[in-house]
């Protein structure tokens, strides 16, 4: 098989992949019911999704993970502010205002 035969065929079977799953569900509807584990566990995905693409942002510091850092502050601000106050405003200012604050310094 040639290279541009192999090229085609891998983007082929990526596309594949990645539609098919995804489809499914659309497909399927309701004539197909996930077992309530799957669905329960399906509920956490959307928190487990933002946290891999926020944590290593906040947590890598150009290419060091640094612990303790502005950014850091500014999510525990944020979450802080979240969980007693119930604004939905609150935590953008609250997280800014500490990221900006300790930028500053």
């Known amino acids: ?5 192999t090229l085609w065929l891998a983007f082929i079977l ?4 990645t539609t098919l799953p995804r489809a ?16 329960r566990a399906l509920r956490y995905a959307p928190a487990a999704a933002l946290a891999a ?3 290593p942002d906040v947590l890598v510091v150009t290419g060091d993970f640094v612990p303790l850092n502005p ?5 525990i601000a ?5 969980v007693l106050w119930r604004n939905p405003w609150l935590p953008f ?3 800014m205002a500490v990221l900006l ?5």
Request: net charge positive; aromatic share 2%.
């Open 71 to 75: 950014k850091l502050a500014g999510i």
């Open 101 to 105: 604050g300790l930028r500053a310094v």
């Open 93 to 95: 200012i609250a997280g």
């Open 24 to 39: 499914s569900f659309i497909v399927l509807g309701s004539r197909v019911s996930l077992p309530p584990v799957v669905q």
């Open 78 to 82: 944020a979450v802080a502010a979240a």
């Open 1 to 5: 098989m040639s290279d541009e035969a």
């Open 14 to 17: 990526i596309g594949l992949a």
């Open 53 to 55: 693409i926020v944590a």
